[in-house]
């Protein structure tokens, strides 16, 4: 039997953080009737065992944050889930969920926070049954759970299609990977680095405009904020205000560890109070004095 022992916390009346080992952090939201699963890690264990058998008994529709391995990487193991038209039409390679990727990313976190985890990576990370039936979701798409309506909203900037989500009843802003303290710019997302700020930058811009509508914002990885609890609160506007230093030339930067490096590596950043930002697969201050 696949690993069933990835911990989960409620972190908001209905909202459950399930934290598959350090990789990824995956979201169910329950309402009265129905449940949403909010992206499925990298695929390690049953995730849709425990959905099922320790969260909740409801029918529930899965919906993908954006097209990275690390979270959608459990996808082939569910009938059917919902992403983004851009990030279903444009998936990068070095980050598609293939097997290889998985595995490899499962290990690199492994030996990053040097712990034992209980899985075992060739049998608990396995090839997909199957392809899931993938729906194209659109901005502004809402799914009634029932007693709360969770609305998606296109957050371009980490990825082409990145959504992220608010849920009326607890105003909670779940954000995938469009926010967080070490914030990765897709290279890709436009023809030139400036143009990819300026999309980024609008995007959550446009977010940040619809702050009346959440008080806490969770994005999923944990290790820049405590498992079940939300993001500093300054972290948007931060993420923002380095965006728009970039834009303006004006970005401070710095040398600091890549957590993502298997050699131990370094990556260039601009900084803004807590928030790195970097840019996949490019150096950001060459990058931005282009």
């Given at each position: 039997m696949a690993c069933t022992t990835m911990p989960f916390y409620e972190c908001r009346p209905g909202i459950f953080e399930i934290d598959e080992f350090d990789c990824a952090s995956c979201f169910v939201i329950v309402g009265t009737e129905r449940a949403l699963l909010l992206d499925t890690g990298v695929g390690i264990g049953d995730l849709r065992w425990v959905v099922e058998h320790r969260i909740t008994d409801k029918p529930y529709t899965v919906v993908a944050t954006h097209n990275h391995g690390d979270h959608i990487g459990g996808a082939g193991f569910f009938d059917e889930v919902w992403m983004h038209p851009l990030d279903l039409q444009n998936q990068d390679a070095s980050t598609a969920p293939t097997l290889a990727f998985r595995r490899d990313y499962?290990?690199?976190i492994r030996r990053r926070e040097g712990k034992y985890y209980a899985y075992d990576p060739q049998q608990d990370i396995r090839p997909w049954p199957g392809e899931p039936v993938w729906r194209e979701l659109s901005d502004g798409q809402t799914f009634d759970l029932g007693g709360r309506t969770v609305t998606a909203w296109h957050c371009p900037g980490h990825t082409p299609g990145e959504i992220v989500l608010i849920d009326d009843l607890t105003r909670t802003l779940l954000c995938g990977d469009a926010c967080n303290c070490n914030w990765l710019l897709n290279k890709d997302l436009a023809p030139t680095f400036r143009e990819g700020v300026q999309i980024s930058l609008q995007a959550l811009q446009r977010i940040w405009g619809m702050r009346?509508?959440?008080?806490?914002v969770y994005n999923f990885h944990h290790d820049f904020r405590g498992f079940g609890a939300p993001l500093n609160p300054d972290v948007?506007?931060?993420?923002?205000?380095?965006?728009?230093?970039?834009q303006a030339g004006t970005a401070t930067f710095r040398e600091i560890?890549?957590?993502l490096s298997t050699t131990g590596g370094t990556k260039t950043v601009a900084i803004c109070g807590d928030v790195f930002v970097s840019c996949m697969g490019q150096d950001i201050r060459a990058a931005a004095q282009q």
């Open positions: 499962a290990e690199l009346d509508q959440y008080d806490a948007l506007p931060n993420l923002i205000a380095c965006l728009e230093q970039l560890p890549d957590a």
